[in-house]
């Protein structure tokens, strides 16, 4: 956290809050940059009336030292995103070239390592992956350590070898068995669901990545799940039509439930439970969610 005279430096320039208010026009875009920042998730502007007052909550907390070069920061990512983007363009900081993975605080060795991996292209409706990407740190505790990759592109799967999760959680949507990640524009990235799975594949081979579960929260789900049974002790995924406040309620209740299983490493058969419980919990909580229950695919390794 940034004081005294750094804490001056901090404030968005009133040219960047409009820009910032004109491309993140939505609070759920909004965040997404934010948390890919490094933004403290407790520090998001709450009910705000208009974007442009959502970024001035912002700037204001920057000026405040809610997190240590927040402006250059959150400028840079956008500039990642909008490289030609003439208020972007002209960051005094350098845009990473991948996702910088965000940790749950307190994270530790020992703990079980989810990596959330989250994408919501323009103009392909919501998934709410920012939304499930908060749950999940919520539901943490001290069990899991959590590595978000909120608007994850291609480039990000690199981190999946870096880090070696023991689950991977995929918040995105599917169309024709690829994945639709995100570019540098914040556009749709199709990636085939086999480059996927051979990217798990060559990270077992030559990092010792050994996924315990790997978690596809999208709609026709069941058309991919298939692809990834070779290189994860168990693939969660759905059958048709996924409605996504009840996948996030699902991710709540699946890592609520897995945070509080103490002991070794969980077996394929613990992740097996700790889904159907999860589906069952959702349904009785919100009734309109049965079909997260009746849809629910979970697929045992295969080789």
Wanted: proline share 6%; hydrophobic share 45%.
């Amino acid at each position: 956290m940034t004081t005294g005279e750094e804490a001056a430096e901090a404030p968005l320039l009133p040219e960047e809050i409009r820009a910032l208010a004109t491309v993140y026009n939505t609070p759920s875009r909004a965040e997404v940059l934010l948390r890919g920042a490094g933004y403290p998730a407790d520090a998001l502007p709450y009910a705000p009336s208009t974007l442009s007052e959502y970024w001035e909550q912002v700037s204001l907390n920057l000026a405040t030292g809610v997190m240590a070069d927040g402006r250059r920061s959150i400028l840079a990512r956008a500039r990642e995103r909008y490289p030609h983007h003439p208020v972007f363009r002209g960051a005094v900081a350098s845009a990473p070239k991948s996702c910088p993975p965000v940790r749950t605080p307190g994270a530790g060795a020992g703990r079980l390592k989810v990596m959330v991996l989250g994408a919501e292209p323009a103009r392909r409706g919501a998934v709410r992956a920012a939304a499930e990407l908060r749950e999940i740190q919520s539901e943490a505790g001290d069990g899991l350590d959590v590595i978000a990759c909120p608007a994850a592109t291609p480039s990000d799967l690199e981190q999946i070898r870096r880090e070696l999760p023991d689950i991977l959680h995929l918040a995105c949507h599917v169309s024709q068995e690829a994945l639709l990640l995100e570019d540098h524009d914040g556009e749709s990235h199709a990636l085939p669901a086999t480059d996927l799975a051979e990217t798990l594949r060559l990270a077992a081979e030559h990092h010792q990545l050994r996924l315990r579960a790997l978690l596809l929260r999208s709609c026709d789900g069941e058309e991919i799940a298939r692809l990834f049974t070779s290189v994860a002790d168990v693939v969660i995924a759905h059958r048709g039509a996924l409605d996504a406040d009840c996948s996030t309620l699902f991710a709540a209740a699946f890592y609520r439930e897995l945070a509080s299983r103490t002991g070794p490493l969980l077996t394929s058969e613990h992740l097996s439970a700790v889904a159907h419980i999860a589906a069952q919990d959702v349904v009785n909580r919100a009734g309109l969610c049965r079909s997260l229950r009746a849809d629910l695919i979970v697929l045992p390794r295969t080789i």
